[in-house]
């Protein structure tokens, strides 16, 4: 059996943000690193748009992303997510696939951004102590 084969018969792991820890700083590190780790996957081919809203991306993470992490980035990372298929759909292919990868490296750029802020408060909180 081919390594594509064996993917197509295999479920699709769904994650679930509320199964994470309940320190607001890991979860929200967790989502950063996770979400980097999506981009690499969406622009190696890996993982299709599609897969990635049934994996992760799904109203049920938007919704937690939305009331438990209350940060502009975070909400931004999904919404981004979530309208990746719909570059494919109503973009001409070359277009689409050029703003295909502007939007990974929007969504990458704010992961960093969340981690980089992360840092900041906990080595600030740190010093503080």
């Known amino acids: 059996m081919r390594r594509g084969e064996a993917m197509k018969k295999c479920p699709l792991a769904r994650i679930a943000l509320s199964?994470?820890?309940d320190n607001p700083v890991q979860r929200l590190e967790f989502f950063a690193l996770l979400n980097l780790g999506l981009v690499q996957s969406l622009a190696s081919g890996v993982l299709s748009p599609t897969e990635a809203i049934q994996r992760f991306y799904h109203a049920d993470n938007c919704l937690y992303v939305r009331r438990?992490?209350?940060n502009k980035e975070a909400n931004a990372v999904m919404s981004h997510g979530v309208q990746l298929p719909d570059l494919f759909d109503y973009l001409p292919a070359e277009e689409a696939q050029r703003e295909f990868y502007r939007e990974l490296e929007k969504m990458r750029s704010l992961c960093l951004k969340l981690l980089e802020n992360e840092r900041?408060?906990?080595?600030?909180?740190r010093v503080t102590a």
Do not use: K, L, M, Q
């Open 19 to 21: 199964d994470t820890s």
């Open 68 to 70: 438990h992490f209350r």
């Open 120 to 125: 900041s408060v906990g080595g600030a909180a």
